[in-house]
């Protein structure tokens, strides 16, 4: 089973920018469609982003194209989020997940998330 591990969240700014990493060990880290999904308080867990097993293929909310970017890099079994021109509507315990399958937005493993906060 694999396990998964987020860093890289914090306090910024407003207009600033943050890169998430997720670090997954147990598992073969390449056969998996990865993800990354944020629940803000009182709210229910949404999709932010996703990757196919190969990262030829990803997939975006509407509302978080342009300023997200997800990426994986399956030599370090390593996934990324960059997130640019943060907005304090952004602010959010970020999760990492994996999936079973090689495309798609179904997840199976998760990771204990990492808290962004958008803030002056």
């Known amino acids: 089973q694999v396990q998964l591990v987020e860093s890289g969240g914090g306090l910024v700014q407003p207009g600033g920018s943050l890169r998430l990493s997720c670090a997954a060990s147990?598992?073969?880290?390449?056969?998996?469609?990865m993800g990354w999904l944020r629940q803000a308080p009182g709210k229910e867990r949404d999709v932010v982003a996703a990757i196919s097993w190969s990262g030829s293929s990803t997939y975006y909310a509407n509302s978080l194209k342009g300023r997200f970017t997800i990426a994986r890099d399956n030599a370090k079994n390593t996934m990324y989020l960059q997130m640019n021109s943060l907005k304090p509507e952004d602010t959010a315990v970020y999760y990492c997940?994996?999936?079973?399958?090689?495309?798609?937005?179904?997840?199976?493993?998760w990771g204990k998330g990492t808290l962004v906060t958008v803030s002056s």
């Open positions: 997940a994996a999936s079973r399958n090689k495309y798609g937005t179904t997840f199976h493993y």
């Open positions: 147990g598992g073969t880290f390449s056969s998996y469609a």
